[in-house]
């Protein structure tokens, strides 16, 4: 072999074609190589790396797409591009072509949440408003669906572009799927986990159809107004007490607040009128015959029979279809403060012929508020 044997072979390997993309980046999806005129030799050395796919895009069509190693590109390891172009022989060097190399880790880790609150109609509370937001995590299992759905012609497809995207689709189908799981309103925050995989379920095919590949979703946390946490606290208070007991211990804390504000004149009255009472309660145990300490003993009376003690009415009511009951007024008073039924909901007592809306019974009218007084006498 000659001198200028040695030297010819020498520069044919210096100059041998190598398309490679070494990412320096954690948020890169997708980079273009980037050769003037596009132009690619023929017998170039194409090196994909674990974690890349390689991209052949020939004038705005998919071509050829290669998974990670390396390969030396001829007609045999590009046929759909040979077909594109029309080389039925070979190609002569160059040949102009676009080479997008695909990041396909998982990218974890990514934050969503809900940019507005979201409505909901409980049946207990109305129209109430939650706020979510959670972690999940993607990559890239169609690299060629890929490009041409979302990327385009962008040269450095960025995570941050995609994620914007991303985060307004599983926002969307988030709303849709809680809105359709029609729990209780205090579930959602107690079934994060249960919630999160349907979302995830839910939301994989419209993932797929772009070429991505949803791995992981996760809500951490379900939020809504104090106020409603309130109302949800005393509600599941009530709902597991006997609401006759609840009232008279309310009762009971109103009265002994009452008592115990000394800087008042009500409340001193309060504690001075509790303590008459119990003198009474005491006096009556130590003198059954009701006279004073120390006191003749009252002359003998015929025995006085007393009225027949009252009898307490119950009433029936009609809640989602349901009857149920019976219960005393105050449990009544309490059902309806509490939203389980309303002025509208149907309500039963003995002597009643047919079931009748609350509003439109007269004892119980009280529970509405916004009672008329008569008009003075003389006008």
């Known amino acids: 072999m000659g001198i200028f044997d040695e030297i010819k072979k020498k520069l044919s390997h210096e100059f041998i074609d190598i398309i490679e993309w070494l990412d320096s980046t954690d948020d890169t999806i997708v980079h273009r190589f980037e050769r003037y005129q596009n132009e690619i030799k023929n017998g170039a050395q194409l090196i994909v790396r674990e974690g890349q796919t390689a991209v052949f895009i020939n004038e705005g069509q998919l071509a050829d797409v290669f998974t990670p190693g390396t390969y030396t590109l001829n007609t045999k390891n590009l046929p759909i591009l ?43 509370f109305g129209l109430v408003e939650i706020r979510a937001f959670g972690t999940y995590a993607f990559k890239i299992n169609d ?89 949800i606290f005393e509600y599941s208070r009530i709902d597991k007490l006997d609401l006759d007991k609840l009232t008279k211990f309310k009762t009971a804390k109103a009265i002994e607040a009452a008592a115990a504000n000394e800087g008042g004149t009500a409340g001193a ?41 009252p009898v307490q009415v119950h009433y029936f009511y009609a809640s989602n279809g349901q009857q149920s009951g019976p219960v005393t ?51």
């Not at 849709?176 to 309103?185: H, K, M, R, S, Y």
């Not at 059902?335 to 009643?352: E, H, V």
């Open 82 to 124: 040979a077909t594109l172009k029309g080389w039925k022989y070979g190609f002569n060097s160059p040949f102009k072509a676009e080479v997008y190399f695909v990041n396909t880790h998982l990218f974890t880790d990514e934050k969503w949440g809900t940019k507005n609150p979201i409505t909901l109609n409980d049946d207990r």
């Open 269 to 309: 009255g309060m504690g001075m009128g509790m303590g008459f009472v119990l003198a009474q309660q005491m006096g009556g145990m130590m003198n059954p015959m009701g006279g004073q300490p120390g006191a003749a003993a009252p002359q003998q009376t015929s025995p006085v029979t007393p009225p027949p003690m």
């Open 143 to 231: 690299a060629g669906k890929f490009i041409i759905d979302i990327v385009g012609t962008d040269a450095n497809f960025t995570n941050f572009e995609i994620n914007e995207h991303l985060k307004s689709l599983i926002s969307t189908r988030f709303t849709d799927t809680v809105g359709e799981a029609n729990l209780p309103i205090e579930l959602y925050a107690a079934n994060t986990t249960e919630l999160s995989e349907t979302c995830l379920e839910v939301m994989q095919p419209e993932f797929n159809s772009v070429g991505i590949s949803l791995e992981k979703f996760f809500i951490e946390n379900v939020s809504m107004p104090e106020e409603l946490k309130k109302e």
């Open 329 to 379: 007024f105050d449990q009544l008073k309490a059902l309806f403060a509490n939203r389980t039924i309303n002025k509208d909901s149907l309500i039963w007592k003995q002597g009643m012929v047919n079931w009748t809306a609350l509003k439109d019974i007269e004892e119980l009218k009280s529970f509405l508020g916004g009672s008329t007084p008569p008009p003075l006498p003389g006008n």
